[in-house]
Nanobody
Framework: DVQLQASGGGSVQPGGSLRLSCATS????????MKWVRQAPGKELEYVASINSGGGASYADSVKGRFTLSRDNAKDTLYLQMNSLKPEDTAVYYC?????????RGQGTQVTVSP
């Protein structure tokens, strides 16, 4: 079975940082483009960032310059470094495959940014 396990969420003050991880199993991770999406309370799912199999990353305008997406194909793990966090970044963050069979999406991890 394909599993995507997100972790690293928490509560931080505005301006703080968090690093999310997404450990995967059951798929050939290096072959997949991957992405993070988020859902704030009462809002629709929102694209955050994506990375292709070669490591090239793209970002939503709302997080560009603050978030950095990376992957470690040797560890089958996706990372999202989030800096300069804002209250509007508060959401449940999900990692997901972005191409190929599936798509698959893991359970989310809560990120809360508040004073």
């Amino acid at each position: 079975d394909v599993q995507l396990q997100a972790s690293g969420g928490g509560s931080v003050q505005p301006g703080g940082s968090l690093r999310l991880s997404c450990a995967t199993s059951g798929l050939t991770f290096s072959h997949y483009a991957m992405k993070w999406v988020r859902q704030a309370p009462g809002k629709e799912l929102e694209y955050v960032a994506s990375i292709n199999s070669g490591g090239g990353a793209s970002y939503a305008d709302s997080v560009k310059g603050r978030f950095t997406l990376s992957r470690d194909n040797a560890k089958d793990t996706l990372y999202l470094q989030m800096n300069s966090l804002k209250p509007e970044d508060t959401a449940v963050y999900y990692c997901a495959t972005a191409n190929g069979p599936g798509p698959w999406r893991g359970q989310g991890t809560q990120v809360t940014v508040s004073p």
